[in-house]
Each structure stands twice: as C-alpha cells, then as structure tokens.
C-alpha cells in the first residue's frame, strides 16, 4: 500500500492454526522479499511490514525487529 506519506506497507498474509511466531529463517526471507522490492521499484519511501494471520503474531526477536504491525482474521470477520 504506497502511502501518502512516503511510506510504503508491505503486506503478508499467513494462514497456521496457532499464533505465528517468526523464526530466523522466515525473517531473513522476509528482509529479503523488502530488498528485492526495493530494488525493482528504486522506491527511495520507507517500507513497513504488515503481517495478517489467522491468530496475530507472537512477539520475539524476530518479529519485534522486523514487523511494524500484525493484523489477525478478527479485523476481516469482526
């Protein structure tokens, strides 16, 4: 979503039956989808990661790094 404010959120969407926890591997996967983004579009905004998953996001490292904000499915149903 290409913001008004120079500011670009990027979203991922994640279906798993429990809360989801980021671990390393699936983070290094997201900061490089961010950069491949960034380098195909030259955008110079800040980019922003916005997570929806079916129960939120559980806090760690990981995601406390890397996630701006997490959405769960009650914000579509609620």
Same mark, same amino acid.
């Given at each position: 979503m /290409?913001?008004?404010?120079h500011v670009i959120?990027?979203f991922?969407?994640?279906f798993? @039956?429990?809360?989801f926890y980021l671990?390393?591997?699936?983070a $290094?996967?997201?900061r490089?989808?961010? *950069?491949?983004f960034?380098? $195909?579009?030259?955008?110079?905004? &800040? ?12 806090q @760690? &490292?990981? *995601?406390? /790094?890397?996630v /701006? *904000? ?6 579509l149903?609620?």
């Open positions: /290409d913001r008004n404010d959120n990027l991922e969407i994640k798993y @039956n429990e809360v671990d390393k591997a699936y $290094h996967k997201l490089e989808k961010m *950069s491949v960034k380098a $195909h579009t030259q955008t110079r905004k &800040q980019l922003f990661w916005t997570l929806i998953t079916t129960f939120g996001v559980g @760690n &490292q990981y *995601s406390l /790094d890397l /701006d *904000s997490a959405l769960d499915m009650e914000i149903f609620g």
